[in-house]
């Protein structure tokens, strides 16, 4: 059979709407469609328990109490209300804190933001496969320290943070700990108590739910977490966000955590079965291709290749009916190689020949099979119209040669 074409590899950016949430967002879209804050009659009553229902699924996705979700119109809005609601919020304590280079945008320029109102931001390096250790951040803190923001597992290359180990520095040091789970949630098991997270941020469109809504766990015991509000208005959400609540999207996040859940036992080894044959099958067939990130603490989905002597741009260019992403960030003017991959220490060139296949729930084997099939046409054409390839393999060493 065919495979139908395009195919999807790009789940890491966003992941299409599984039917059934769908199905579950349907009522809320129609004739439910009732303000949550409405305290006096059915429709409100009908919004307000579909919201709570929601609120249930989620928590018990993440081992939290219902009431301490926050909803959110997405993570980038979840990370700037945990970083800016935190920083302000304990301002007297201390300006410090502590993140990495390899964060998320949503994460970097919400610490960014800060430092131009005072605060002092650490931005810890990585190993060359991603990693931050634990000891790094317990070294990093200082009496001033009053957040560290660490992802669990990072979108670009799947590498996968000791998350409970930092978690546990954070506790020893009364340093509140935020954590930017968008891509583990849903894909790992992520406990807030089990990894001492004080403020998790997750996101619908990636975890098979709509876009424009997340959530932000906020801890309400051991410690008690109060955040400055970013948004002011109605005082929904225990004040810490204002705001209609956005009851479709809402329905459709909780009903995408506990899917993810029900899914995760399956779906986990059903999707690394499929990574590692797509790993397998390129790298078996071509020389010089590079895994970037890490070779065992990655997720389940992601495959981060750079192939020598070839441009990522041209290879996407040549295998049009995939759908992936290049280690180049477009820019307006300039095409710039990827800051995550730089922090891992990837040159320019080999960050310009990378590509992310971000597998989902929805990749099949013969789009596996298709894909390799693709990927190994594309680079063996683009490599025989490489002059630098060919000196390469004739054993010429490109870093000796004298360029006239
Ligand atoms: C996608 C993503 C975000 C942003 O989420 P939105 O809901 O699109 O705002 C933040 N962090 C990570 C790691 C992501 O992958």
């Keep these: 059979?065919?495979?139908?074409?395009?195919?999807?590899?790009?789940?890491?950016?966003?992941?299409?709407?599984?039917?059934?949430?769908?199905?579950?967002?349907?009522?809320?879209?129609?004739?439910?469609?009732?303000?949550?804050?409405?305290?006096?009659?059915?429709?409100?009553?009908?919004?307000?328990?579909?919201?709570?229902?929601?609120?249930?699924?989620?928590?018990?996705?993440?081992?939290?109490?219902?009431?301490?979700?926050?909803?959110?119109?997405?993570?980038?809005?979840?990370?700037?209300?945990?970083?800016?609601?935190?920083?302000?919020m304990?301002?007297?304590?201390?300006?410090?804190?502590?993140?990495?280079?390899?964060?998320?945008?949503?994460?970097?320029?919400?610490?960014?933001?800060?430092?131009?109102?005072?605060?002092?931001?650490?931005?810890?390096?990585?190993?060359?496969?991603?990693?931050?250790?634990p000891e790094q951040v317990e070294a990093a803190i200082?009496?001033?320290?009053?957040?560290?923001?660490?992802?669990?597992?990072?979108?670009?290359?799947?590498?996968?943070?000791?998350?409970?180990e930092i978690g546990k520095v954070a506790k020893k040091r009364g340093v509140l700990f935020h954590c930017d789970g968008v891509q583990a949630f849903g894909k790992i098991p992520l406990n807030v108590?089990?990894?001492?997270?004080?403020?998790?941020?997750?996101?619908?469109?990636?975890?098979?739910?709509?876009?424009?809504?997340?959530?932000?766990?906020?801890?309400?015991?051991?410690?008690?977490?109060?955040?400055?509000?970013?948004?002011h208005g109605g005082g929904h959400e225990r004040g810490m966000r204002s705001g209609t609540l956005n009851v479709p999207g809402i329905v459709g996040l909780g009903a995408a955590a506990e899917l993810a859940m029900q899914e995760m036992p399956t779906e986990g080894p059903r999707i690394t079965a499929l990574r590692d044959r797509l790993q397998q099958g390129i790298v078996s067939q071509l020389d010089q291709v590079n895994l970037n990130g890490h070779p065992t603490q990655r997720l389940p989905n992601t495959l981060n290749l750079s192939f020598a002597y070839v441009e990522g741009e041209s290879l996407m260019m040549r295998m049009k009916d995939i759908a992936v992403s290049s280690g180049s960030a477009c820019t307006s003017a300039s095409l710039e190689p990827s800051y995550v991959l730089k922090a891992l220490g990837v040159g320019d060139d080999m960050a310009h020949s990378s590509l992310r296949f971000s597998l989902g729930r929805f990749t099949t084997q013969e789009e596996i099979d298709f894909a390799i099939e693709r990927v190994v046409r594309a680079v063996r054409e683009l490599r025989e119209l490489s002059p630098l390839y060919e000196m390469a393999r004739e054993g010429i060493d490109l870093k000796q040669v004298k360029w006239k």
């Design 1 to 88: 059979m065919a495979v139908k074409t395009p195919i999807y590899m790009d789940n890491n950016a966003t992941t299409p709407l599984d039917p059934r949430v769908l199905e579950a967002m349907m009522p809320y879209l129609t004739t439910h469609f009732g303000n949550a804050a409405s305290k006096n009659h059915s429709f409100g009553w009908a919004a307000e328990a579909a919201v709570e229902k929601a609120r249930q699924q989620i928590g018990q996705a993440m081992g939290a109490s219902p009431k301490e979700i926050v909803f959110t119109s997405g993570a980038t809005e979840s990370d700037n209300l945990a970083i800016k609601g935190a920083a302000e």
């Design 90 to 133: 304990y301002r007297e304590k201390g300006n410090h804190i502590i993140t990495a280079t390899t964060e998320h945008k949503a994460v970097l320029d919400t610490c960014h933001y800060l430092e131009t109102q005072g605060y002092d931001v650490t931005f810890l390096t990585v190993d060359h496969t991603g990693m931050v250790s």
């Design 142 to 164: 200082t009496d001033k320290t009053i957040l560290i923001s660490l992802m669990a597992a990072n979108n670009e290359v799947g590498t996968i943070h000791p998350v409970a």
């Design 193 to 231: 108590d089990e990894t001492g997270i004080d403020l998790l941020s997750i996101s619908g469109h990636k975890i098979y739910g709509p876009k424009g809504v997340g959530a932000l766990f906020v801890r309400r015991r051991g410690p008690r977490v109060s955040l400055s509000a970013q948004m």
